[in-house]
């Protein structure tokens, strides 16, 4: 125990500050005033895999190493999408993933974003469409915000998220409140 | 006729040119085999220790089916042939001594429309999203899928009585992790039987690659499962550069093993933290995941990526590394291989982990040498398997790495091996950068001929990646099968949770962590 408090001690803190909106990656403007209104700066994120090659899962994981520190930002994965208020989804959609994620957005409740992470996932990337590949994430569900990238890396990732919860045309999220 | 004779059967068709010689990999031999031939050489390679490395099917330039199956023993590598006549639709199976055959050979079916003998005919990789009668690596046009595909009603096996229950688990899982169906049969919080439903993430790769030159298929096979993409695309590459018959600068060779090293580095770190949060130590989380950016970021800082998705490409890597970035890296290991060791020392000192590690999900060495538990797994089970001592490619000859073993074959073992990969990959990290010789890091290959035939087989930090490539006409792929060592893991788990309490599933099957998409394809 008395190693695990030094190294918890000896670390510090060693979160970096968020990085700014992107309004390039806003596919769509739906004016989520609503649900800005009903979050706040609390945000519940369901992460789906619908056919990625892993690649985004890992860069995806590391918004939770104390270096971008997703949750400080009072943004948090969920295990159930009817917890959730965004999707966040990779791979070109696999179409045996196809019934389930359709099943997982309208297990989503309303009002809902949804953020496509990586290549595949903004236009199908290298898999493309074919008999067992539905392409691009927007060719089954709604999408609000994508990030390119192959695998985009951990601070696209949070500028795509951060660009879903702002306002259209809002600059920089506020600052790191629950740090 | 034992093991040894196969493998000196296949020499001498090798030499006279009547099998299709295996280019690429070191210490590989084809041999094509008549139908009745092909149990048999099956049963001997099982009773000689051999080991299935892959079965896929594919089809000559004549359109002719031929079924192959790679086995790997102390001689070496040998990839079986047996042609099929146009009549026949099916050929012997083989799970009776690879069990690990079985998703294998209904792969097959579902892909190429070739059936074994062998029992179990449900379909693996299709669903419902294309009709039984589409293979789609025969059929040329697809077929126009269902508006939305409907749930298929895969035929999981009944587990009855007293107090039996049923927990379906996935698609979509509780975590940021890939998609897959397991299905439990529990008697309390027993679980007496699970079953795994996999295939959910196939999107096509291996009839993809056809629609890819030659020179350019490393980008996919980079793909097929992004924490592999070192293995994979160096896989695919050793096959081109066999069918090219070009061999790679050292400094290349090098160059690429650094990488490999580097992405088990990466992968084991981020595990082992994964499997302390599984096990309620999300400071294990918070420190490994720490420690892995800051190596992934060394990683970019010198070699332009945090993960080397397209830096092996044919005729060596796309960058070259500076002498900045070599002692950028080495500066990284020197300080994250100190706080390696503190963690392991907290590791293994905390009871709560060890209660939760030791004897949880055992395979024993008997059941893994029976179901062909390879790589990372399998050497926690006693099966001392490494690509990279047994069946040296440059430039592992030279730098001799020392392979870790374990017996216990629970999840405190397979941590333990994990950590002493750590250990070792980072001397030969450190060892790499030493020793790098200089010279040219890419050279231009020339586009392989038609017909030829290449085999690739890299140790990844989770096994053997193994990749069979043919050359079709134009400099175009004509097949490629890749295969992760998933397939032979994934069955083990089944068996590894049997008594095991169904809380203690995710630990169990993160100290496995296999790939989805390396197996679904």
């Given at each position: ?179 | ?272 933290g994964a499997i302390g949060n599984d096990a309620g130590f999300a400071f294990g989380l918070a420190q490994f995941s720490r420690i892995k950016e800051q190596l992934l970021r060394a990683t970019e800082q010198a070699l332009g990526q945090r993960y080397l998705m397209d830096f092996v490409v044919p005729g060596g890597t796309r960058v070259d590394l500076s002498s900045s970035g070599a002692r950028l890296l080495a500066e990284s290991i020197g300080s994250i291989m100190p706080e390696v060791d503190t963690l392991r020392t907290i590791y293994d000192e905390h009871a709560g982990l060890r209660d939760r590690f030791a004897g949880a999900g055992v395979v024993t060495q008997a059941l893994a040498a029976r179901l062909g538990l390879t790589g990372l797994a ?144």
């Open positions: 125990m008395f190693k695990t408090l030094r190294q918890i001690g000896h670390i510090g803190i060693v979160t970096e500050p968020p990085p700014p909106c992107d309004e390039m990656l806003r596919v769509a403007d739906q004016l989520q005033s609503r649900i800005l209104e009903v979050l706040g700066r609390a945000l519940c994120i369901r992460a789906i895999d619908a056919g990625s090659c892993n690649g985004c899962e890992l860069e995806i994981h590391a918004l939770n190493n104390p270096l971008y520190n997703i949750e400080g930002l009072g943004i948090r994965f969920v295990a159930s999408p009817r917890h959730a208020d965004l999707l966040l989804i990779t791979g070109p959609v696999a179409k045996n993933m196809e019934l389930a994620l359709r099943r997982t957005y309208d297990a989503t409740p309303d009002p809902k974003l949804v953020v496509a992470i990586g290549d595949c996932g903004c236009a199908g990337g290298i898999f493309g469409e074919n008999y067992a590949s539905c392409g691009r994430v927007s060719n089954v569900i709604p999408v609000d915000v994508a990030v390119p990238g192959c695998p985009p890396n951990p601070r696209q990732i949070l500028s795509g998220i951060l660009t879903a919860i702002s306002r259209a045309g809002a600059a920089t999220p506020g600052s790191r409140s629950a740090v | 006729m034992a093991l040894q004779g196969w493998f000196d059967r296949a020499g001498r068709q090798t030499e006279s040119n009547m099998g299709a010689a295996i280019r690429g990999m070191p210490g590989a031999r084809g041999l094509t085999v008549a139908r009745d031939e092909w149990r048999q050489a099956a049963e001997d390679m099982a009773a000689g220790g051999g080991r299935l490395l892959a079965h896929w099917a594919s089809r000559d330039a004549d359109g002719r089916n031929i079924v192959r199956a790679a086995f790997i023993a102390d001689a070496g590598v040998l990839v079986l042939s047996l042609p099929l006549t146009a009549a026949e639709a099916g050929y012997p199976g083989i799970e009776q001594w690879f069990p690990a055959a079985n998703r294998m050979q209904r792969a097959v079916a579902d892909l190429s429309g070739l059936r074994t003998t062998d029992a179990d005919g449900r379909p693996w990789l299709r669903h419902a999203a294309w009709p039984a009668s589409f293979h789609p690596l025969i059929d040329v046009s697809a077929p126009s899928s269902p508006a939305m595909p409907a749930m298929d009603n895969y035929a999981f096996v009944p587990v009855g009585g007293d107090g039996v229950h049923e927990i379906p688990v996935g698609p979509v899982h509780a975590g940021i992790i890939e998609p897959g169906h397991f299905r439990f049969s529990v008697v309390g919080e027993k679980v007496l039987r699970l079953e795994e439903r996999l295939g959910y993430v196939h999107k096509g790769i291996e009839r993809r690659f056809t629609e890819f030159p030659l020179l350019g298929g490393h980008r996919l096979a980079a793909r097929v499962s992004g924490d592999s993409a070192v293995a994979f695309s160096w896989a695919y590459c050793q096959a081109v550069e066999g069918i090219a018959g070009e061999h790679v600068p050292p400094r290349a060779a090098w160059l690429r093993a650094l990488a490999l090293e580097l992405e088990r580095l990466a992968n084991h770190l981020g595990d082992i399998g050497r926690a089970s006693g099966q001392g398997f490494d690509l990279r001592c047994d069946l040296p490619c440059a430039p592992y000859v030279d730098l001799a790495p020392r392979k870790v073993m374990r017996t216990e074959g629970d999840v405190a073992a397979r941590v333990a091996v994990r950590f002493d990969e750590v250990a070792e990959s980072a001397r030969l990290v450190r060892r790499i950068l030493e020793g790098l010789p200089f010279g040219l890091h890419l050279v231009d290959l020339s586009i392989p001929g038609e017909g030829g035939l290449g085999a690739g087989l890299i140790e990844g930090w989770r096994g053997p990646v193994f990749l069979a490539l043919e050359a079709g006409a134009g400099g175009m792929i004509r097949r490629c099968h890749p295969h992760d060592p998933s397939w032979q893991n994934w069955p083990v788990i089944e068996h590894a949770v049997i008594d095991n309490i169904v809380p203690d599933f995710p630990l169990i099957n993160k100290s496995f962590n296999l790939s989805y998409s390396g197996h679904d394809l």
